[in-house]
Nanobody
């Protein structure tokens, strides 16, 4: 079965960086676009970044454009999100997402807290 396991979250000061990773198992990884979402307390889950199946195309939420970078390694079935110049408003649980045949699959999430 599909499994998505995120890691790499933590507590970081404003202006700091983190690298999130998602390991995907249970399906053939390379044909599918992958995404990162986040959900802050009291807010709806929002799309942060998406990457095409071959990694050649990426899209970002306006709020993270120029600060976050999504990447993938189809040989290792992983998708990563590099978070730079973090701000307090980036505090959220970050989720790895696969959409396949109209169904969404989610990992358990990894907490990112930006605070001084």
């Amino acid at each position: 079965q599909v499994q998505l396991v995120e890691s790499g979250g933590g507590l970081v000061q404003p202006g700091g960086s983190l690298r999130l990773s998602c390991v995907a198992t249970g399906f053939t990884f390379s044909p599918y676009a992958m995404s990162w979402y986040r959900q802050a307390p009291g807010k709806e889950r929002e799309l942060v970044a998406r990457i095409s199946s071959d990694g050649g195309s990426t899209n970002y939420a306006e709020s993270v454009q120029g600060r976050f970078t999504i990447s993938r390694d189809n040989t290792k079935n992983t998708v990563a999100l590099q978070l730079n110049n973090l701000k307090a408003e980036d505090t959220a649980v970050y989720y790895c997402n696969l959409r396949r045949v109209g169904r969404d699959y989610w990992g358990q999430g990894t907490q990112v807290t930006v605070s001084s």
